[in-house]
């Protein structure tokens, strides 16, 4: 995992059998875009965060492909149903070949 990089993930521990949560998730990732200058005139290289997953037991919630003009520590907040006791798992993917990870578990009442 490079330097600095941290998922964060909020899920709630429990949730009704059937019904909708929210989630919400957080990267700290500097996502140099390619195209900006250091003090030398250089371009710095591209470097983001470019796919984003979620699954639950398996099963993919969302994914989402990141260009270059995300913005620094991309945040995503969305729904998922809760069919069943599992885990959501959430999976980061860098442009260096790097792969951040997170997984919570939530239990159906």
């Given at each position: 995992m490079a330097?600095?990089?941290?998922?964060?993930?909020?899920?709630?521990?429990?949730?009704?059998?059937?019904?909708?949560?929210?989630?919400?998730?957080?990267?700290?990732?500097?996502?140099?875009?390619?195209?900006?200058?250091?003090?030398?005139?250089n371009l710095i290289p591209r470097s983001i965060i470019n796919r984003f997953t979620c699954e639950?037991?398996?099963?993919?919630?969302?994914?989402v492909a990141m260009e270059p003009?995300?913005?620094?520590?991309?945040?995503?907040?969305?729904?998922?149903?809760?069919?069943e006791s599992g885990e959501f798992k959430f999976t980061w993917y860098d442009d260096d070949g790097s792969v951040y990870e997170a997984a919570k578990s939530i239990e159906a009442t």
């Open positions: 330097s600095g990089v941290k998922p964060r993930v909020k899920v709630p521990k429990s949730a009704a059998a059937g019904s909708s949560i929210t989630i919400k998730t957080l990267i700290s990732h500097k996502m140099e875009s390619g195209r900006r200058k250091d003090k030398q005139g639950f037991n398996g099963q993919q919630v969302v994914e003009s995300i913005s620094t520590n991309p945040f995503f907040q969305f729904d998922a149903k809760v069919p």
